[in-house]
């Protein structure tokens, strides 16, 4: 048995246990989604070059580059302005929540979020019916009553005249479990 590559390999996972960091999740809500629009970079660099000829010679140059990369897609200006399309579309729909908790105001953390939805007011939704049941649940019905002949799965509509199940009257007594022994 080679006893060197266990302890190599247990002094391996020893380190990789202590060097390994935790992973964290990523809160990229409201980010920029990625848009770079360019990067520049800075680099020198050192070559020493021998020559192993008849003379001898050493040789030895450095650099300093300039690197610019430019990245192919929309342009910087549309996607700056598609991130913060995005960003005020979701301030429009939390600014509602945060302007009806006035507790977040007093509170330090929440100062910049309260400042961008000052004066936001959300529009309400009038689409939804009063009654607060869904669209399909209403044409469901309405299509149930025009064809009472059918029955529709998940139907939530009770037609009472053909049940087969009958309530029992209000003084109706159920009888008692048989004993156990």
């Not at 040789?59 to 302005?81: I, N, P, V």
């Not at 529009?123 to 009063?130: E, G, H, I, L, V």
Request: hydrophobic share 25%.
């Amino acid at each position: 048995m080679n006893y060197y590559f266990t302890g190599i390999l247990i002094v391996l996972m020893t380190l990789l246990a202590f060097c390994v960091k935790p992973a964290y999740s990523k809160n990229e809500y409201l980010n920029e989604y990625g848009v770079r629009c360019g990067e520049m970079e800075i680099s020198t660099e050192r070559r020493d070059t021998d020559y192993n000829y008849s003379d001898s010679n050493t040789h030895e140059d450095q650099y300093l580059r300039f690197t610019y990369r430019k990245y192919l897609g929309t342009d910087c200006k549309t996607s700056k302005e598609n991130v913060q399309i995005k960003q005020q579309l979701e301030l429009m729909k939390m600014c509602g929540r945060v302007n009806s908790n006035p507790s977040l105001a007093y509170n330090e953390n929440f100062r910049l979020l309260v400042s961008k939805c000052r004066g936001v007011t959300p529009a309400r939704d009038n689409t939804r019916p009063s009654d607060s049941k869904s669209l399909w649940d209403d044409m469901k019905d309405d299509y149930k009553k025009d064809n009472p002949d059918i029955t529709l799965m998940g139907d939530k509509f009770i037609n009472s005249g053909k049940s087969k199940l009958k309530m029992p009257p209000k003084n109706y007594i159920l009888p008692l479990p048989k004993p156990t022994e």
